[in-house]
Structures are given as structure tokens and as C-alpha cells.
């Protein structure tokens, strides 16, 4: 199953991120988009006590993580349980607060 993470890869040098861009950063050369498996690691973790905005208030206190994508790129992410620092976990795009948002789980 399809994690719905999307990712861009540069045609060229092989180079992975994670915002879309027009060129690779790395090299200038052609982008192509692809998905993620969803695997990654617990870089860092924090919880969420005061929303950013009126849509994400009624889900406080919630986690966001930075996970380390398998891939390469790191992205910032909602994260469903506490997770300990370097453990595996596994995402997919969800509905959060009417938003598409990335969910990692402990694996
Ligand atoms: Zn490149």
C-alpha cells in the first residue's frame, strides 16, 4: 500500500527531497516525483500544547515528529504514540484537521 508521501528524485544525480521543486537542488537537473514507502526513524519528537491555528486546537496536545524518511529527505509529520529516538516507524498521508498530513506510527 502506498504511503502517499510524495517525494521528488533529480533524473540525474539521484538526489531526494521532499518540497516540490522546478530543479534539483543539488545539480539543476530534472525532478521526477515518486512516493515513499512510509518507512523512516524518530529523528526528534514534541508535543503540540498551544495550535497554530483554530483548525488543529481541538486535537491539542498532539505529537509532531521530524522522521528521517528511508529515502533520504527529513520531514516534519504528525506521530500518533510516544516513540523513542532512532525507533522505526511507519507513515501514510491522513485526513487530519481537513488537511492532508503525514501520520507516523511506531513500527
Ligand atoms: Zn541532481
Redesign the pocket.
Known sequence: MSSGIELQR?R??A?TWAFPRRR?P????EPEAFRASGRATLFSATVVTRAPDETFRALVPYRIALADLEEGPRIMAHLSDEAEIGSPLRGRMERIAGRQIPLFRPA
Open positions: 533529480c540525474a544525480c538526489k534539483c543539488s545539480c539543476g537537473g
